[in-house]
């Protein structure tokens, strides 16, 4: 009888348990970025986990929500992440992009009599605060020996900033893809100057450090994907920009503009992104928008450079 009613009791516990909760992986994106290409390429099928995506309209807000712990893990340009950083967010990088910043440029509408940056002094400058926008801003200034009252600048979001440009509220706007291709295409906008030479190139893809303790895993497992798509991506411009295109809803001409330009490429964390990382504290630190020096070293993490180099080359397979 005892048997009978532990048995009993036992199959009941195995109706009466819950399932085993799925494990969700939260990741920020921002409109046409990492789900996109991933989408594209084809690599979400199979992940052994759910992701959960939430969409920002730029850097910014998506980094505040990584820091409230909203997500686990986003893309941002290597400036915004400074500043999150360095505000004390808990997050560190865990893989890195680099590309062409033909696409990271001051826009001016085509009858501007501006020809260089030195042009804009005095000038309405539109931007992100904090964004790559504000750090191409900042290294112009220094290119072009002036200073940042020299300019009268708008921190704006970047619907804000291309309304604002168009109508002539703005005299320049330094912004970044796909607004550049996009305007540049609709015959709104030409760049007046660009960030190659005086940025570095650099998108983070940053984790929480909780979820790069709990979830490395997944983590790892969805950064190989990643890499995966971006180096597909690079091989196949055409295709992705006609995925692109109709995902989100503008001509194909734009994409293909912005990824034939950008040459966007998977890299490991390895000296030069540090030296690069650290080039970007250091012009904040300069210009008073930091607190202090941060060691770039600190805030980046490596170990995850395996998994990037595994997607790359599957990807070529």
Do not use: C
């Not at 706007?173 to 030409?190: C, D, K, M």
């Amino acid at each position: 009888m005892m048997r009978s009613l532990l048995l009993a009791a036992a199959v009941l516990g195995l109706f009466a348990a819950p399932a085993r909760a799925e494990t969700v992986l939260k990741v920020g994106d921002q409109r046409g970025n990492a789900r996109a290409v991933m989408e594209a390429a084809g690599v979400l099928d199979g992940a052994p986990y759910r992701i959960a995506w939430s969409e920002f309209p730029a850097a910014a807000p998506l980094l505040e929500a990584l820091n409230a712990g909203a997500i686990e893990t986003g893309v941002a340009g290597d400036a915004p992440f400074t500043f999150a950083t360095a505000a004390g967010a808990p997050i560190r990088v865990v893989q890195a992009t680099r590309s062409d910043q033909g696409g990271l440029a001051v826009l001016v509408r085509p009858d501007s009599p501006a020809r260089s940056f030195a042009d804009l002094k005095g000038k309405r400058v539109g931007t992100g605060r904090g964004s790559i926008g504000h750090q191409l801003v900042l290294a112009s200034l220094e290119a072009a020996g002036l200073k940042p009252a020299d300019i009268d600048l708008k921190f704006l979001l970047p619907a804000d900033a291309k309304a604002a440009l168009v109508s002539g509220s703005l005299d320049a706007w330094a912004t970044w893809e796909p607004y550049t291709s996009q305007l540049e295409v609709a015959g709104q906008a030409r760049i007046l100057s660009d960030g190659r030479g005086i940025t570095p190139g650099l998108s983070f893809q940053a984790a929480r450090l909780d979820a790069i303790a709990g979830k490395r895993p997944e983590l790892e497992d969805f950064l190989r994907r990643l890499a995966q798509a971006r180096t597909w991506a690079r091989a196949h411009p055409e295709r992705f920009a006609e995925a692109w295109s109709h995902l989100i809803g503008l001509p194909e001409a734009v994409p293909l503009a912005w990824f034939r330009r950008a040459d966007i490429r998977p890299v490991a964390i390895d000296e030069g992104v540090v030296a690069d990382e650290q080039r970007t504290i250091d012009l904040y630190v300069r210009q008073g928008l930091i607190p202090k020096r941060l060691d770039a070293a600190a805030i980046l993490d490596p170990s995850f450079n395996d998994a990037v180099r595994q997607g790359a080359a599957a990807a070529t397979q």
